[in-house]
């Protein structure tokens, strides 16, 4: 819908998800949506950065190799610091998620894209991956034992009880902050971006006069953007080091 001011503006309407290749089985959508074509690309880009990384060679490293393993080294240290050495064992699982979330934050910002991160259901699926893989390795290593993460040491007995009940909704309610950190701060990043974005061209487009004003505006829209960028960084670095702290209370419950 448009006015005489130019197009309305409808932040939201870059969320919806629609079909690019329909495919119906027996009945069924099984269709490939622009989700699940950005889902894809990240996942070859991810596993391009993997592959360049890996590759060595006894010359000098190109910049593309520089790059990926400077990631590498980033990773490494991060699940070292938060996790100790034996969580190492999951540095491919934390790679995957750092990568694959920031190069959907990343895509997300190219114009006319998608932004992956912005639906909760896939934030949600990324945190409920993290949280039954530490379930599981934690009762699988420590079995009983994994329940101390729930029983401070040094908590007087007489309020036990209510610190055990804390720590188990605490810990119940890890996907739900987990996911909704990254996908809330994708979703108000992309909609103020696309509000003032959508200011400087209705300003534009109502004449040379109020079209001076789009000067603001556009400083805004230029300064979220530079935002954005660190946000996207910053979105995948906390989702990632949370995944190792998670990882590191699986591999050490009564550590804390």
Wanted: proline fraction near 5%.
């Amino acid at each position: 819908m448009a006015t005489e001011a130019g197009p309305a503006i409808n932040p939201i309407e870059q969320f919806s998800i629609h079909p690019v290749v329909p495919i119906s089985i027996a009945g069924h959508d099984f269709s490939l949506t622009n989700s699940g074509l950005y889902m894809l690309l990240a996942v070859a880009l991810s596993c391009l950065i993997a592959a360049i990384g890996a590759r060595g060679g006894s010359g000098v490293p190109g910049r593309l190799q520089a790059l990926a393993e400077m990631g590498y080294e980033f990773i490494a240290g991060m699940v070292r610091s938060a996790a100790g050495e034996h969580g190492m064992r999951f540095f491919p699982l934390v790679f995957s998620i750092f990568f694959f979330i920031l190069i959907c934050n990343l895509v997300g910002l190219i114009p006319y894209s998608f932004t992956v991160t912005s639906q909760i259901i896939i934030t949600a699926a990324l945190a409920l991956l993290v949280f039954f893989t530490v379930v599981i390795i934690g009762v699988s290593e420590h079995g009983v034992g994994f329940f101390k993460l729930f029983v401070p040491s040094g908590v007087p007995i007489y309020i036990l009880p209510l610190v055990v009940a804390i720590e188990i909704i605490s810990f119940l309610s890890r996907p739900l902050s987990h996911s909704v950190r990254l996908f809330a701060n994708m979703l108000a990043g992309h909609i103020t971006l696309n509000v003032f974005g959508g200011f400087v061209v209705m300003l534009l487009g109502a004449g040379a006069l109020t079209g001076v004003l789009a000067i603001l505006p556009f400083a805004m829209t230029v300064g979220l953007y530079a935002l954005e960028l660190l946000v996207a960084f910053l979105q995948a670095y906390v989702f990632a080091m949370l995944t190792c702290m998670y990882l590191n209370d699986a591999l050490h419950p009564g550590g804390h």
